[in-house]
């Protein structure tokens, strides 16, 4: 009933620039907080930015002043632009959301959302 689409990924030099989006389709009645997260070979998935629907945002040390989130409510879209990248930027990187939606009952129902994920390679 609701899915989470990620795109921009792809194979970038370092110093590069690539700019994920997810977008959140479905029966949606709000989104919360969303965020990227990023899972590298062989380690844990960790959190890369955060964005309320405020627009608050929060991200890892290891990418600020390099990376921006930003979110287009109206799209119900959240982006990633990431500049300078590195070869350690390396990963899968997932789209996460907080989301009430109805469900064919039309009970409003809170979930926390995955998508697919994009890989990003970052590679001289």
């Known amino acids: 009933q609701v899915q989470l689409v990620e795109s921009g990924g792809g194979l970038v030099h370092p110093g590069g620039s690539l700019r994920l989006s997810c977008t959140v389709s479905?029966?949606?009645?709000?989104?919360?907080?969303m965020g990227w997260y990023r899972q590298a070979p062989g380690k844990e998935r960790e959190m890369v930015a955060t964005?309320?629907?405020?627009?608050?945002?929060n991200s890892a040390d290891s990418v600020k002043g390099r990376f921006a989130i930003s979110r287009d409510n109206a799209k119900n879209t959240v982006y990633l632009q990431m500049n300078s990248l590195k070869p350690e930027d390396t990963a899968v990187y997932y789209c996460n959301a907080d989301i009430t939606y109805k469900n064919y009952a039309e009970e409003f129902v809170a979930w926390n959302a995955w998508g697919q994920g994009t890989t990003v390679t970052v590679s001289s």
């Open positions: 964005i309320t629907n405020g627009g608050s945002t």
């Open positions: 479905g029966n949606i009645v709000n989104i919360w907080s």
